[in-house]
């Protein structure tokens, strides 16, 4: 079992719409958990990160956690042609960060 | 400006040749990273240093090598020993506080072998 996984994608979403992007991890020890974008050929930017069970919100993102449960989402409220890009969920695990293999979004005008 | 340099963008390896990737932050971070990504893949931990003078083996860190004389600096050899070394390689450096740092890259060093 992968320590990360995310769900499969390409995710294609209709301008406007709301993309949810799904990560589940098996190390229950992990505290904090964080997503990121990549856009091709670059390097993956910090989007948000959380450490406590719920949401938070940031601007048109909100990511929600639940530690019983193991999972952490990112949702992309009114979803822009700018958001097309991978989305990695990072655990962290004892001071490093374990990654998932990416979620490929396409926002479609 | 704050952030974390790599170089060079491109680098093409020959055959049984070592490569040295550059790592330099000025972010006044304790804690440095080398990831390599291989397309459709997430990250993999290759090395990591916590302080000067100390690293510790990833997940993948078989035909590589580091060093971490400076603060600043955290490059990364590739050696003959690794076979298949083309990848996309990203640095990254962190204040680990309790468990809850959050990592931030360079640009990359997109390494191809000829």
């Known amino acids: 079992q992968k320590e990360v996984e995310q769900n499969s994608g390409p995710l294609s979403v209709p301008e406007g719409a709301i993309a949810s992007l799904n990560c589940t991890y098996s190390d229950r020890g992990s505290q904090s958990f964080f997503w990121y974008r990549q856009y091709s050929g670059k390097s993956p930017e910090l989007i948000m990160f959380?450490?406590?069970?719920g949401d938070k919100e940031d601007g048109r993102f909100t990511a929600q956690l639940n530690k019983a449960s193991q999972y952490v989402s990112l949702l992309i409220r009114d979803s822009q042609p700018s958001d097309s890009a991978t989305y990695l969920c990072a655990v962290n695990n004892d001071y490093k960060l374990s990654f998932g293999a990416g979620t490929t979004v396409t926002v479609r005008a | 400006d704050g952030g974390i340099t790599q170089s060079p963008k491109y680098l093409f390896r020959k055959e049984g040749q070592n490569v040295t990737l550059s790592c330099e932050q000025n972010l006044n971070h304790d804690a440095m990273y080398w990831y390599r990504q291989d397309p459709g893949q997430g990250l993999r931990l290759i090395y990591y240093?916590?302080?000067?003078?100390?690293?510790q083996k990833g997940d993948i860190a078989e035909g590589y090598s580091v060093s971490r004389e400076k603060k600043e600096s955290f490059p990364l050899t590739v050696t003959s020993a690794q076979k298949n070394p083309t990848a996309f390689y990203l640095c990254?450096?962190?204040?680990?506080?309790?468990?809850?740092?959050?990592?931030?890259f360079g640009p990359g060093t997109r390494l191809l072998v000829l």
């Open positions: 959380i450490y406590s069970n």
């Open positions: 240093s916590q302080i000067v003078n100390d690293f």
């Open positions: 990254a450096s962190s204040n680990p506080t309790s468990g809850r740092e959050t990592q931030y």
